[in-house]
């Protein structure tokens, strides 16, 4: 199978980020990011964060060449292992992580990127990560989808929720109307609170806050994320 993150990712995922998405959670970030000092976009994709938060001197890093590509249009960017940022340390007043970024890798893989991410921040620097709750794929532990996006490809997607690793184990084929077929296979691993605490304590960072969902909502049985924020210790 092709790797998903790259042409697969932006063709299959863009289709269900409608912008009214995009403008909710630039406004939860808005008001709870640093408006001074660097700010750090940990998995910026193709843009879509830096686009909106123009107020603030964001940086965007990703792994995905295609995606950089777009995203170099609104602000700075740099290709990087996430666990090796291409930054001194101190060098940012704020970060964020958004859509599940952190959560596609094994958990000591993700253990080794908050401790890098903690490293780039400068004391009292602020920290938000996003992932999404584990509740629903509790509930429904198996879900699919079938059919056309709006450039004319058919997408299939299947996703199994296994509760031992605590993910979601999904594979995604894409036909394009050229007839040419993409499929990969990924994982989301769901972090609660807890979790969440104990790998940003690991880091340097104390948790200051957790919400549900970008409407600033406690986090119940109905919450669609799971979204922390933390601030680097003096």
């Known amino acids: 199978m092709d790797p998903f993150f790259g042409e697969l990712y932006l063709r299959s995922t863009r289709p269900f980020l409608p912008e009214h998405v995009s403008d909710a959670e630039a406004d939860f970030l808005r008001a709870r990011l640093p408006r001074t ?50 930054f001194k340390s101190g060098a940012f007043a704020g970060a964020f992580a958004w859509y599940n970024t952190l959560a596609t890798f094994e958990p000591a893989v993700t253990h080794l990127m908050v401790k890098e991410i903690g490293r780039c921040l400068a004391p009292g620097g602020v920290f938000v ?68 605490r104990s790998l940003l304590a690991e880091a340097g960072l104390d948790l200051e806050w957790v919400c549900g969902g970008v409407d600033g909502s406690e986090i119940t049985a109905s919450s669609t994320d799971v979204i922390a924020g933390a601030r680097k210790r003096d």
């Open 129 to 196: 990560v996003q992932g999404s709750h584990r509740e629903r794929a509790v509930e429904q532990p198996t879900s699919w989808y079938d059919g056309r996006l709006p450039d004319g490809s058919h997408l299939r997607e299947d996703c199994r929720y296994e509760p031992e690793g605590r993910r979601d184990r999904l594979t995604r084929t894409l036909t394009l109307p050229d007839g040419r077929v993409m499929a990969a296979s990924f994982f989301i691993r769901y972090y609660d609170v807890d979790e969440w």
């Open 37 to 86: 000092g660097l700010v750090l976009d940990v998995g910026c994709g193709h843009g879509r964060h830096l686009r909106r938060l123009k107020e603030h001197s964001l940086i965007g890093v990703d792994r995905d060449r295609l995606s950089l590509d777009e995203a170099r249009e609104y602000a700075p960017v740099a290709r990087a292992d996430f666990t090796a940022l291409p």
